[in-house]
């Protein structure tokens, strides 16, 4: 299949196709500035570090299929940390956005020529090749042999993943072999940051925008980033290469987030869970109303027991009338299985840490998360024993780990994840609300009991 011109039109693309079928047009792209530079930029490793919604993986999965129609032959790798995050994400954007599909599922102006779900590879009319791949199985790209690699959530890696995708560049279809990646703004000490920000070379190149240079973004959208505070507002919002520090929810605020009764009327139940053991098991009701808020209204927060005594803890304080939607847990598949011989059916969570605790603090920061003053049901006084296995007084409910609840630190440098103590009521809570950006009912990236 030959095409009418070795140019490509970021805005309208036409593909000679045979006379039974009709003219397949590219939807309209109109890049903005710092798009457009990183989609020309001819240096060996490009990054994009941008804020949120400040157009990042729209301007990485352009460039990827416009190289694929610009090579005929070349086999690119995009990739991230974890390959089951993608389907939701990064090949989204790429079938709806770039492709123009109504929805993932129904390919009907596909642009390319043969999509296999099964195997996350799309094979362009030229012969091009476009593989979603992740790096929590390195082992199987050993073989790869690529003419260019995108990377999406590039922060998520570590600097041995971007050097394992580097060995992959070979295939000679191209005179040069290209990096392309998106990031978020991770904490300076990152090795990206020392890449292209401290040590960049002559054949690196970085793009640094913030969520205000996009002007498709609507003012009730930036009035919510605009409610953000501290690092996170100057991450999430101005696309700022700094370290957490502190309180991970620090725009928590009892007067606004606790209240004393939770409505009724427009709205849904849902309970996450999250597992412990000598730690505390925490199950958590929460209503969604149609507005986007959430509360907290009942919860269970307790040590020292079995999953199954667990089961029928839940069970004795759920009452028959009410109904849940559904129940998201961690994916402990042991656990889980016992909970569903118990009744309790589960779908495993989406447990981004990172991701998680952006969507919280954004729904915090916006008075949307509230929590119900007399939500705890049944205390748990071990966890005010110093003298046992743990030797130290613990929170007894969600509400008491939230305002303990801080980033790690490491030799005398934050890091970009949250301390791993008492946050099993942090984790549900996490849960809950990933569960609502990802209502998929049949979660195809994972296989759920």
Request: proline share 4%; hydrophobic share 35%; charged share 25%.
């Amino acid at each position: 299949m030959r095409y009418n011109s070795p140019k490509v039109n970021l805005k309208q693309i036409r593909f000679p196709g045979l006379r039974a079928v009709p003219a397949i047009f590219k939807p309209a792209f109109q890049a903005l500035p710092k798009q457009q530079q990183f989609i020309d930029s001819e240096a060996s490793e490009n990054l994009y570090s941008g804020a949120v919604r400040a157009g990042k993986s729209r301007a990485l999965m352009e460039k990827c299929y416009l190289q694929g129609v610009a090579a005929p032959g070349i086999r690119l790798g995009v990739f991230r940390k974890v390959r089951s995050t993608m389907y939701e994400t990064t090949i989204r954007t790429f079938l709806c956005d770039v492709l123009g599909w109504d929805s993932m599922e129904d390919p009907q102006h596909q642009l390319v020529k043969r999509w296999r779900k099964s195997e996350l590879k799309a094979t362009l009319y030229n012969g091009s090749e476009i593989i979603f791949l992740g790096m929590d199985k390195n082992t199987k790209i050993g073989s790869l042999e690529l003419g260019g690699a995108f990377v999406d959530e590039a922060h998520e890696l570590d600097v041995d993943d971007w050097n394992m995708i580097q060995t992959r560049l070979s295939q000679p279809i191209v005179e040069k072999q290209q990096m392309w990646a998106a990031c978020n703004p991770a904490s300076p000490m990152h090795w990206l940051y020392e890449k292209f920000f401290r040590q960049a070379g002559d054949d690196t190149y970085c793009v640094s925008t913030n969520s205000f240079e996009n002007p498709y973004l609507g003012d009730e959208y930036i009035a919510r980033l605009k409610r953000m505070t501290g690092n996170f507002y100057r991450r999430m919002a101005l696309g700022e290469w700094v370290a957490f520090s502190g309180l991970v929810y620090d725009c928590f605020d009892p007067d606004q987030h606790i209240v004393d009764e939770v409505k009724t009327g427009d709205s849904f139940n849902l309970r996450s869970i999250d597992f412990g053991g000598l730690n505390p098991h925490v199950c958590q009701w929460w209503r969604v109303y149609q507005d986007g808020r959430m509360a907290l209204y009942r919860e269970l927060y307790h040590s020292n027991i079995s999953v199954r005594a667990f089961a029928d803890m839940i069970h004795q304080h759920q009452p028959k009338q009410e109904q849940i939607m559904f129940t998201v847990s961690d994916h402990d598949v042991s656990d889980r299985l016992t909970l569903a011989e118990n009744g309790i059916q589960t779908r495993p969570a989406l447990k981004e840490v990172r991701q998680g605790i952006e969507r919280t603090y954004e729904k915090l920061a916006n008075g949307e998360l509230l929590f119900y003053r007399q939500a705890l049901v049944e205390q748990d006084w071990q966890l005010k024993d110093d003298t046992g296995a743990v030797n130290r007084v613990r929170p007894q409910s969600t509400l008491e780990e939230i305002s303990g609840y801080e980033w790690a630190v490491s030799a005398g440098i934050p890091k970009d994840q949250p301390t791993k103590k008492d946050d099993h009521g942090m984790d549900a809570m996490r849960y809950a609300v990933m569960s609502l950006h990802h209502p998929q009912a049949s979660w195809r990236h994972i296989r759920g009991v």
